[in-house]
């Protein structure tokens, strides 16, 4: 069974960066186009960013320029530079593929964004 294993979130102040990083297990990467999605308190889980096998990237509009996503096939891991981060970033940040083939989700990784 697939696993996705996510790390790299943590308290950032307004304006800092973070990267997260999605471990999978399998070869996923280089059959699914990938995602990053994130839940925050009292709302339903968002897509914010998501790459193709091919390598293009396609982000929610209040991430463009400020979120880089990425992947290394090789190392089964899909990445997410996180610049400018603002309070309302606050979220569990959760790795899966597009559109959702994994029913296990990871246990997702804190992003709280605050002074």
């Known amino acids: 069974q697939v696993q996705l294993v996510e790390s790299g979130g943590g308290l950032v102040q307004p304006g800092g960066s973070l990267r997260l990083s999605c471990a999978t297990s399998g070869s996923i990467l280089s059959i699914y186009p990938m995602g990053w999605y994130r839940q925050a308190p009292g709302k339903q889980r968002e897509l914010v960013a998501r790459i193709t096998t091919g390598g293009i990237t396609v982000y929610a509009d209040s991430m463009k320029g400020r979120f880089t996503i990425s992947r290394d096939n090789a190392k089964n891991t899909v990445y997410l530079q996180m610049n400018g981060l603002r309070p309302e970033d606050t979220a569990v940040y959760y790795c899966?593929?597009?559109?959702?083939?994994?029913?296990?989700w990871g246990q997702g990784t804190q992003v709280t964004v605050s002074s």
């Open positions: 899966n593929t597009v559109p959702i083939r994994i029913s296990r």
